[in-house]
């Protein structure tokens, strides 16, 4: 592309994009390994079909039955006008810094965290700036306070769980920063619904806070991910910013269909949550039984390491038909917590390098 007129910023970069293989083992990109029922798939099959046969006219660009139920899903005493949703929660994210940053704002995140932030930042032309999360990976409130308070953001953004660590903020964190922030704070909870019990959710503080955005995502714990289907909760003005930055009709007719089909059945689409997040804990325990680095996680995946060279168990894993993620701090590595075989699959070839003494 030298000899493309790309406007400056984009000269020499890469799409984003984890690698998508064909192998027996996929851990790589968080997702919920159990499909749909045949039940839910008729169900969304027929909806799709009935958004089809009226595929000559454009869709509710408000969404509104679908917001309805995301916000009875969530509850807290939501309404409509809290919610906005869009094609997965990267799409949210644009929307709301489309809104709140742009040229000569600033974001602030906690590293590291989500590959995809700087690329947000960098689309919306908002500069990007970072602070450190502590050596353990956690945030609190004096570490989160100094700096907001040194960058004075326009936009904060907090992921718990965080992605790739796995690691929960606590709330009183979130309030500190809230108390200094002098702009928006987004909460981004993904990974929410794997937490531990009693790990608490941004959205027991949105009835004081109008500058708080929690955001989510069907796309893990619904076993959505093929849905692209992203939503966040917070006071209706801040939807309202996101309906003047979002474009025409962004959400098609299908998907405001099928995600309302699987909101239907929540509980079925998230049936295998409990048994994902006992087998998450379950690998924390046998991963720090080899003697490796972990990070305790309240995700569906797990961060571990140090390699020496992380690229070569990676790599020995992939000849072994199994795919995970080289990616967050150097010799780290993260893997999606999969069904029983798939975990034992990653066991039995991981175990193989250690033994050959791959650290």
């Known amino acids: 592309m030298a000899d493309l007129p790309l406007r400056p910023g984009l000269e020499g970069e890469q799409p984003y994009g984890a690698p998508q293989l064909d192998v027996p083992v996929l851990l790589n990109v968080n997702e919920n390994p159990y499909p749909p029922s045949d039940r839910v798939l008729?169900?969304?099959?027929?909806?799709?079909?009935?958004?089809?046969?009226?595929?000559?006219?454009?869709?509710?660009?408000?969404?509104?039955?679908?917001?309805?139920?995301?916000?009875?899903?969530?509850?807290?005493?939501?309404?409509?006008?809290?919610?906005?949703?869009?094609?997965?929660?990267?799409?949210?994210?644009?929307?709301?810094?489309?809104?709140?940053?742009?040229?000569?704002?600033?974001?602030?995140?906690?590293?590291?965290?989500?590959?995809?932030?700087?690329?947000?930042?960098?689309?919306?032309?908002?500069?990007?700036?970072?602070?450190?999360?502590?050596?353990?990976?956690?945030?609190?409130?004096?570490?989160?306070?100094?700096?907001?308070?040194?960058?004075?953001?326009?936009?904060?953004?907090?992921?718990?769980?965080n992605n790739p660590t796995g690691t929960a903020t606590p709330l009183a964190t979130i309030e500190a920063v809230l108390a200094v922030a002098p702009g928006m704070v987004v909460v981004d909870e993904a990974y929410q619904e794997f937490v531990r019990?009693?790990?608490?959710?941004?959205?027991?503080?949105?009835?004081?806070?109008?500058?708080?955005?929690?955001?989510?995502?069907?796309?893990?714990?619904?076993a959505f991910a093929g849905g692209r289907l992203g939503y966040l909760a917070a006071a209706p003005a801040v939807v309202d910013a996101c309906r003047i930055v979002r474009l025409p009709y962004h959400l098609s007719a299908v998907t405001q269909a099928v995600a309302s089909v699987a909101l239907d059945n929540a509980a079925e689409m998230m049936a295998h949550v409990a048994a994902l997040r006992a087998g998450r804990d379950e690998l924390v325990d046998w991963l720090t039984g080899q003697g490796l680095e972990v990070a305790p996680s309240d995700a569906n995946f797990v961060l571990f390491g140090r390699f020496a060279d992380r690229h070569a168990v990676w790599q020995g894993l992939l000849d072994d038909g199994v795919l995970i993620r080289e990616t967050g701090p150097a010799g780290m590595l993260r893997v999606s917590i999969g069904t029983p075989e798939e975990i034992d699959a990653f066991k039995e070839s991981l175990t193989g390098q250690l033994k050959k003494g791959v650290r």
């Open 197 to 222: 019990p009693g790990t608490p959710t941004a959205l027991e503080l949105l009835p004081e806070h109008p500058r708080l955005v929690v955001s989510r995502t069907m796309s893990k714990a619904f």
């Open 42 to 161: 008729d169900q969304i099959a027929t909806a799709a079909a009935e958004a089809a046969s009226g595929m000559n006219r454009y869709p509710d660009r408000e969404a509104t039955a679908l917001r309805e139920r995301l916000a009875a899903y969530l509850g807290h005493d939501l309404t409509r006008d809290q919610i906005w949703a869009a094609n997965g929660s990267n799409e949210v994210m644009t929307h709301l810094l489309q809104a709140f940053g742009g040229p000569g704002r600033t974001m602030l995140s906690f590293t590291p965290t989500y590959s995809m932030y700087p690329e947000y930042a960098r689309n919306t032309f908002t500069d990007y700036l970072t602070a450190p999360r502590a050596d353990d990976f956690t945030l609190d409130p004096e570490r989160a306070v100094a700096a907001v308070e040194q960058h004075r953001p326009d936009v904060v953004v907090i992921t718990t769980p």
